[in-house]
């Protein structure tokens, strides 16, 4: 059974930076792939980032350069590193895991999600 348990949310001023992490159990994730999405109020819940097994990273446009995803397999945590915070990066931030990058690509087949971290940027 795969759990996703996400941290590291608050608030902060726009331009600034924070980083979420999700630490994970139950799944080989280093053989699989791993996203961040978000939802803001009234919004459909978006991919924001995701990372393959070979380390292979895909963003949303609207976080291109600014958001970097990485994971420790060490530690079983995938981490997002947000910079340059804008106030529409407001959301709630999950973490979900799927079998293949194909299903991150489709948005489908999630095996599991996290309860979400809340990001306020004012």
């Known amino acids: 059974h795969v759990q996703l348990v996400e941290s590291g949310g608050g608030s902060v001023q726009a331009g600034g930076s924070m980083r979420l992490s999700c630490t994970i159990s139950?799944?080989?994730?280093?053989?699989?792939?791993m996203g961040w999405f978000r939802q803001a109020p009234g919004k459909e819940r978006e991919g924001v980032a995701a990372?393959?097994?070979?380390?292979?990273?895909s963003y949303a446009d609207s976080v291109k350069g600014r958001f970097t995803i990485s994971r420790d397999n060490a530690k079983n945590t995938l981490y997002l590193r947000m910079t340059s915070l804008k106030p529409g990066d407001t959301a709630t931030y999950y973490c979900?895991?799927?079998?293949?990058?194909?299903?991150?690509?489709?948005?489908?087949?999630?095996?599991?999600w996290g309860r979400g971290t809340q990001v306020t940027v004012s």
């Open positions: 990372l393959d097994s070979d380390r292979s990273a």
């Open positions: 139950g799944y080989p994730y280093s053989a699989g792939c």
């Open positions: 979900a895991a799927f079998s293949s990058w194909a299903d991150w690509v489709a948005k489908k087949d999630v095996l599991s």
